[in-house]
């Protein structure tokens, strides 16, 4: 199978609020992630887009943004998920061997409509839906069958926000830099106990843009410096409803890493940088486990050891996580470009040195239902 | 100078679009999409609501492979992918195997006023849990592991309301 490049990226600043249309905003991404490729949207013939026809409140929403991304005259074709999901989609459609180089863009903005009457709508309207579940609600739930099973603190938890907005202290994209403590996550809000608001992250705007080449035209047209590699994906799906599976248990993710580490030859240990989707604080420890860097119930005790610290033996989520910036569709997208801002040593005052081999990994589906994994090498 | 092109690229970067505000006057529109929809129950979840409904009875049904009993029923086996033959009436209690005491207020979503208490229910006499409002408990004595039953509407439409909620076993 041929070589996939990841040749340029770019990304709006993730706030709320974003006064720019979706179109504005894949514009600015689009124009940017060639710039930085430095080639030209002639060079491109194929456009994948990621974006929620809800969230944009547009079925087909993919077509109105098809000129910002580059696709007049050619063909864009959409997945509604996360952005690693997309990437997954546009290297499928790249290795077919029918495309050339491609652009895969993402847009979200969480703050023009109701993000629990959007995340309602993901329930089965036959049955949970006229329960008025919505995410951070199913995500209570999840968050208390973790910690009920493993024996965590709500203590343990709040240690993950303090360190991933601290680190968005470094991170110019994110939208919550800050300098917090246990005390202050435990004493915010309580939304959905054991969830309290600095568990949760944060109502966000944004987009990104990422292109992505075989290695023939990858070498042809970029340097060796801005060439990241898609060394191995993998993904997985469990079932749909909450009560078919056990909440604390991560199979789905398990299955999805064991592939991604096969197909890029490489084990947890060789991971030198991760972005996981902490969409609440549960999650980071919780995938954490399901991607094998600690047992099943370990990761909030490495999480309080500092392994996971910016500094730490894994860097975890040196961006700030979805913690401190969550740009639902674009979220996977963003993680995977702060690998290859990583790999490519760009990542400036967030640098972790020397990576070589860096994860991301995305989620589709409430309670992370589903779960794609890519590798990224230089 | 690099000290120069470092600093342009860093605000490059991080530019706000939103600098155009200060030249164009921000117009924003207001919308709401409000579509009808009649969704179709099926053959399986019809049956189940029917036996909730008219009878005041929760059914479940299993695996023929792997024995697995499912409530809500399914079409097949998500695991075996096998048509679902048997259908057992379950007894209505369960345990509680996780839940949240919910204090935002979502009035377009929410079926009460919080505080109120979602949680699953570990349905005795099937493998899988049923998620509902938990009731009749305080918000700070409920507990994981409580065995709960349920209690059913009067006035049954033959949806996942005729479920009023759990409450905790006497």
């Known amino acids: 199978m041929e070589r996939v490049a990841v040749i340029g990226v770019a990304q709006t600043k993730y706030e709320k609020g974003k006064r720019e249309t979706f179109h504005e905003l894949i514009f600015d991404v689009a124009t940017r992630a060639l710039a930085d490729a430095g080639i030209t949207v002639a060079d491109v013939d194929n456009v994948v887009s990621v974006s929620s026809d809800f969230w944009d409140g547009r079925t087909i929403s993919s077509m109105a943004i098809m000129d910002a991304a580059g696709a007049f005259g050619k063909d864009i074709s959409t997945v509604e998920g996360d952005g690693t999901f997309g990437a997954l989609y546009a290297m499928m459609r790249l290795l077919s061997g029918s495309f050339g180089v491609t652009m895969l863009c993402a847009h979200h903005k969480g703050s023009e409509s109701n993000m629990n009457g959007i995340t309602n709508t993901s329930f089965d309207p036959l049955v949970e839906r006229k329960l008025g579940l919505d995410a951070i609600s199913s995500g209570a739930l999840q968050a208390r069958r973790y910690m009920s099973r493993y024996n965590i603190l709500e203590q343990q938890l709040a240690a993950v926000s303090v360190k991933n907005h601290g680190n968005a202290m470094r991170n110019p994209y994110a939208m919550l830099p800050m300098e917090i403590t246990v005390d202050d996550v435990m004493n915010s809000t309580m939304l959905a106990s054991p969830l309290k608001k600095l568990d949760c992250s944060p109502v966000c705007d944004g987009a990104a843009a990422m292109i992505i080449a075989a290695e023939r035209n990858a070498k042809k047209l970029t340097t060796n410096k801005k060439r990241v590699w898609l060394k191995g994906v993998g993904h997985c799906t469990d079932a749909y409803r909450l009560g078919d599976r056990d909440l604390a248990d991560t199979r789905a993710l398990k299955q999805a890493a064991r592939k991604a580490y096969a197909m890029a030859g490489v084990e947890p240990w060789d991971i030198d940088v991760a972005e996981v989707y902490d969409a609440f604080t549960y999650m980071e420890p919780m995938w954490l486990e399901g991607l094998g860097f600690c047992d099943d119930g370990m990761g909030p005790e490495y999480i309080e050891r500092g392994v996971f610290n910016s500094d730490g033996d894994l860097p975890v989520n040196v961006s700030g996580g979805r913690l401190s910036a969550n740009p639902v569709q674009v979220a996977g997208l963003a993680e995977m470009i702060e690998c290859v801002l990583q790999l490519r040593g760009e990542a400036r005052k967030r640098q972790v040195p020397g990576a070589e081999i860096a994860l991301a990994q995305g989620i589709n589906g409430m309670c992370g239902q589903s779960h794609c994994v890519w590798i990224l090498g230089k | ?170």
């Open chain 2, 1 to 170: 100078m690099p000290s120069c092109r470092k600093r342009r690229d860093w605000r490059r970067e991080v530019r706000q679009l939103s600098d155009w505000k200060a030249e164009v006057e921000e117009i924003v529109y207001p919308g709401k999409i409000c579509v009808p929809y009649s969704w179709t129950v099926g053959s399986t979840l019809s049956k189940w609501y029917v036996q909730l409904r008219d009878d005041g009875e929760i059914w479940a049904n299993r695996c023929p492979t792997c024995e697995k009993v499912y409530v809500p029923p399914k079409v097949k086996c998500i695991q075996c992918y096998k048509d679902m033959s048997e259908w057992v009436k379950l007894p209505g209690t369960g345990i509680l195997e996780t839940y949240t005491v919910v204090y935002y207020e979502e009035p377009g979503l929410h079926p009460k006023k919080p505080p109120f208490i979602y949680g699953i229910i570990k349905m005795d006499g099937a493998d899988t849990g049923i998620v509902h409002l938990v009731d009749k408990v305080d918000p700070d004595k409920v507990k994981v592991g409580m065995k709960v039953e349920a209690v059913l509407a009067k006035q049954r439409e033959g949806n996942i309301m005729d479920i009023k909620y759990f409450r905790p076993v006497a």
